[in-house]
């Protein structure tokens, strides 16, 4: 069943797609019967005016031949057998028979079209109705499907695009703290074992009592035999977390390390490399994802795995295979890494940082890696310059390597998306030289054995006080490429004529230090040229992305040259976005696409409107991401000579000045710019505002706040902006955060984290919004922000303002309002009186006349119709009559009016008191379904996460709760596929009733797994 329920899901995608592909036949279909329909009626038109003239004709040639009788009349000729006609007679005649003749002739012809007509008629009905049938049929079909899809919804494409190949992380409790084990959602292979399967029934039989025999934790047997507390309870199938340890203790496990007799020798190590280890290691389960010790032993390239030290005579647990496509991904805790291999990954834990480093020192050596200090070998986070596929050969060895050139850094990887390098290449003062082939022939490279052609060019690497490294480039253009970024990350583009004309003169101006006064500055190749460019401005690594720098070129300049007014606002728009996107997509453009700009704006007269579009497309450029190398320095100093806040050429120059600063500061964008950010550049001059572009944030009492940002601001400096003008404390403080709606229009809200960028989340959702409604809301619906809290912790009840009551309280009656919190209808009634005084004061009722004495005026009958709408629990008053809406109109004006002369801030007081004796005020409520393995019956819950743990509450019914969970027993969480998984464990009493706390007693402890489907945004 669960693999059934697992198919549907993993298919739940392929249907969708199915489905639309199904539609548009359908529309197909459709289309094609209007067409059938538009034929049929041209061709009945066309036969009814043949019909029409037909007739008109017929009757034009009846009328000819009553003309005719009538004139045979007139004449009272009486012809006779003796008297021969007379020619004009004959004629006649003949013509009167030739009249007959054709009218006949034209009969029959209507006679055939009008069957002909009613045969066609036939045929398209029958036509028409087949066509109307097949698509009833795929509207059923497109229904059923679309109704089993929605059992398991799959993530809208906004997710997508918000959170790029969405991933849910799997955490783990390490020293009373969720440390995150895997950043994706884990299989059912992932750390598999092959005593996984009966590890519930070893946990059950598994027991310690006083009266076993045998060596005690503290005995001097086992200390003499190095068996440790941890070795003895690592009989249990759940090991105890390495916390509850000391490692002062003197029952710390051995850790034993054995050298190799014949290790192989390595440049970059000096000491001997250790390539065998045991000790203890904590393994996660496959089936039960929890934490169990098992006794590890590396040798040979494998890895075996025990329950105890004493158990390596016995078949082991599992093994790991080691070998090159293995490699390590480190955990967030300082304790937990992962080992990835070709079949399954595996999740280990350390008890401490030393045994960590130690382990994943001597699994380096394995895997040969030549850095010293695997820390010492992360990647850094900055934008390499340039990357690729190189063979690799030093010491008559060759090996085809990823690599990539950060900084002045040159770093080679197995694989591409490794993040641990194989090594490393200093380059400052290093010597780039091309090393000549041409000498050579094909069967020299034959002979070496290693399938190298002569037409491979060859580039040498020398670093200082290092052998030499030679790279194997395959096209011309890559190692033009290479070696123009080698030189000058070496520091030596100067002494070596490398790179295009324009690379070069940028060069010499930064070996003059940029001097004003240069004659570089004024060169050819550097300034504005009416003509197109025939080759690219910089050295780009295939000929694709050469024809893609001219194709940009052309985008740049429909931009420039064609005057931005109302018609054509939004052409503009859509050249900077797709010309921007395209550098984003291959980053080998944007120093080209900066040196376009450049050129384009350097020395270009007149000053008319060309000019100024450029420098406003170099505007939107310098928010995105910035050049690489020495290009980020001509842009800085080029900016710099024209920074001229008198001129608006000037103000842009200032402008763009500030943005690099802000781009170098924050880093740069993932999406290309937005329609309102692309727009405000267009309209007005950046210059005159800090922050060019403002968006309003809304609250729960349906106010409002607009807050001004820049291309750069992350949604943590927007939040400082935000809770400083509204009254409110940090963001962390609080508990508050900003979400985001869905572009869909679902009931989905996408919460921020601090490091996003503004302008990327709304570029991404109004790419959301265009691909969900193509042309349909384009320029007239834009992302709704809202802040509110996200999750309440009873500590930050102390320190709250005035406004974070406020708003709380309206967060809470929402929840109220949708049934997420348990009231009665009294209670009910009392806060929506609450609220109305909140809102609307007090409660304005005329004093009672003969007239009217109990029913209130139509005002106040709005207003309090109005009140029981926002306030009231929808599902008390969904079937209510009138007269009992009217009966309830009248309690709640009862109670609204003793509230009379009551503050607005006395009324959130009071109701804060009340909602917070619910246990689970403040919590974040989620609806879910568990699967049929999970140990909950119910078949749709609420799971309510709070700062004590985990509840599950009824879902028809949140004041019943099912089951608690508390932090303590989570032992994993996180995603299962595209579910929802939580491993939780359960103490039971030991011996008469009494519990055991201490930390070094075993406790009896059962394990479930319980998983709840959901959508992937809320897991």
């Avoid at 690599?403 to 200093?426: A, I």
């Amino acid at each position: 069943k669960k693999r059934t329920k697992t198919d549907t899901r993993e298919g739940s995608v392929d249907w969708q797609k199915r489905c639309v592909a199904l539609e548009m036949q359908l529309l197909r279909f459709r289309l094609q019967a209007g067409k059938i329909r538009e034929l049929l009626a041209e061709k009945m038109q066309e036969l009814e005016l043949r019909v029409t003239e037909s007739d008109q004709r017929a009757e034009r040639a009846k009328k000819q031949i009553h003309v005719m009788e009538e004139k045979l009349k007139h004449a009272n000729v009486q012809p006779s057998a003796n008297v021969q006609p007379s020619e004009s007679e004959n004629s006649v005649f003949r013509r009167y028979q030739d009249l007959t003749n054709q009218v006949q002739e034209k009969d029959a012809v209507i006679k055939r079209l009008e069957v002909q007509l009613e045969k066609q008629i036939l045929v398209r009905a029958q036509e028409a109705k087949i066509i109307e049938e097949k698509a009833a049929k795929i509207k059923d079909w497109v229904t059923f499907k679309l109704r089993e899809v929605s059992v398991y919804p799959a993530a809208g494409p906004f997710t997508h695009l918000i959170y790029k190949n969405i991933t849910v992380p799997v955490y783990t409790t390490l020293k009373g703290k969720a440390t995150q084990i895997s950043s994706v959602p884990l299989h059912d292979d992932d750390s598999g074992s092959e005593d996984d399967s009966g590890s519930l029934a070893s946990l059950r039989t598994s027991t310690l009592g006083p009266e076993r025999k045998g060596s005690t934790p503290g005995s001097p047997r086992a200390v003499k035999r190095g068996v440790s507390m941890s070795s003895i309870s690592s009989e249990s199938d759940y090991a105890i977390p390495p916390d509850a340890y000391s490692l002062e203790s003197d029952y710390s496990e051995p850790e034993h390390k054995v050298q190799r007799t014949s290790s192989y020798s390595c440049e970059s190590l000096r000491e001997p490399e250790m390539l065998e280890k045991s000790g203890y290691l904590l393994k996660m389960g496959s089936q039960v994802k929890a934490w169990k010790r098992r006794w590890f032993i590396l040798r040979n390239g494998e890895i075996f795995y025990y329950k105890s030290p004493s158990d390596v005579i016995r078949k082991p647990q599992g093994q790991m295979e080691l070998n090159s496509s293995c490699r390590i991904a480190r955990g967030e805790g300082a304790q937990t890494f992962q080992l990835i291999t070709e079949k399954k990954t595996f999740f280990l834990t350390a008890d401490s940082p030393n045994i960590l480093e130690e382990w994943i020192r001597v699994l380096q050596n394995i895997f040969k890696v030549q850095a010293s200090s695997p820390i010492a070998m992360e990647t850094t986070t900055a934008k390499p310059t340039v990357r690729g596929w190189l063979t690799k050969v030093k010491h008559g060895h060759s090996k085809l390597v990823w690599c990539s050139l950060v900084n002045k850094v040159f770093y080679y990887y197995r694989n591409q998306d490794d993040k641990l390098p194989l090594g490393q290449l200093r380059m400052c003062e290093a010597v780039v030289e091309e090393v000549d082939r041409s000498c050579d022939s094909d069967e020299d490279y034959e002979a070496g054995g290693r399938g190298f052609l002569s037409s491979h060019c060859t580039l040498v690497v020398h670093p200082r006080e290092q052998s030499p490294t030679y790279l194997l480039i395959g096209t011309k253009q890559e190692k033009d490429t290479w070696l123009y970024h080698l030189t000058v990350a070496a520091g030596s583009s100067a002494s070596f004529k490398v790179g295009t004309e324009y690379e070069q003169l940028v060069g010499n101006l930064l070996d003059v230090e940029g001097d004003p006064d240069s004659a570089l500055w004024r060169s050819e190749s550097l300034c504005f040229c009416k003509d197109g460019l025939r080759s690219p401005l910089t050295t780009l690594p295939s000929e694709a992305l050469q024809t893609e720098a001219l194709k940009l070129f052309k985008s740049c300049q429909l931009f420039i040259n064609v005057l931005v007014e109302s018609p054509s606002i939004d052409y503009h728009m859509s050249l900077a976005q797709n010309a921007l996107q395209v550098c984003l997509t291959h980053p080998e453009l944007q120093n080209e696409m900066y040196c376009q700009l450049i050129k384009q704006t350097n020395r270009r007269t007149p000053h008319n409107s060309s000019l100024t579009q450029c420098w406003q497309l170099l505007a939107v450029c310098v928010a995105l991401f910035l050049p690489q190398q020495h290009f980020l320095w001509y842009l800085r100093q080029y900016l710099q000579r024209h920074a001229d806040p008198r001129s608006e050429v000037g103000k842009y120059a200032v402008y763009c000045q500030r943005s690099v600063e802000r781009t170098l500061q924050n880093g740069e964008r993932e999406a290309k710019p937005s329609r309102m950010e692309v727009l405000s550049i267009l309209l007005r001059n950046p210059y005159h505002h800090s922050l060019p572009f403002s968006i309003p944030v809304h609250f729960m009492n349906i106010t409002y706040q607009v807050v001004g940002f820049d291309g750069s601001t992350t949604v943590d400096e927007f939040l400082s902006t935000l809770t400083q003008r509204v009254g409110m404390r940090k963001p962390h403080l609080s508990g508050f955060a900003l979400f985001t709606d869905d572009p869909s229009g679902r009931d989905l809200e996408h919460c921020l984290q601090p490091s996003v960028k503004i302008c990327d989340v709304i570029s991404k959702w109004e790419q959301a919004l265009k691909e969900l409604h193509p042309g349909k809301y384009e320029g007239t619906r834009i992302v709704r922000l809202m802040y509110k809290s996200r999750l309440c912790f009873r500590a930050q009840a102390k320190g709250e303002t005035e406004r974070e009551r406020l708003l709380l309280t309206y967060q809470v009656n929402d929840e109220v309002h949708q049934g997420h919190f348990p009231v009665n209808k009294e209670l009910a009634l009392e806060v929506a009186a609450l609220m109305a005084q909140v809102e609307h004061g007090d409660l304005d009722r005329p004093a009672p006349s003969s007239a009217s004495c109990s029913s209130p005026q139509p005002k106040t009958q709005q207003i309090l119709l109005q009140a029981l709408g926002r306030f009231y629990p929808k599902h008390y008053k969904q079937d209510c009559s009138m007269d009992q809406l009217r009966d309830l109109s009248e309690r709640l004006a009862t109670k609204w009016s003793v509230l009379r002369g009551c503050s607005a801030s006395e009324c959130v007081r009071i109701y804060l008191t009340v909602a917070r004796k619910w246990p689970l005020f403040g919590a974040k409520l989620f609806h879910a379904k568990p699967l049929p393995l999970s140990s909950v019956e119910q078949s749709q819950v609420w799971l309510a996460v709070n700062e004590d743990g985990l509840c599950v509450l009824d879902y028809t019914m949140v004041s019943h709760l099912l089951v608690t969970y508390s932090y303590q027993s989570v032992i994993t969480f996180g995603g299962c596929r595209d579910d929802l998984m939580v491993v939780v464990s359960q103490t039971k009493e030991q011996g008469g009733g009494k519990k055991i706390f201490s930390m070094y007693s075993l406790l009896y402890v059962q394990t479930q797994g319980i998983v709840f489907s959901m959508s992937k945004p809320k897991v």
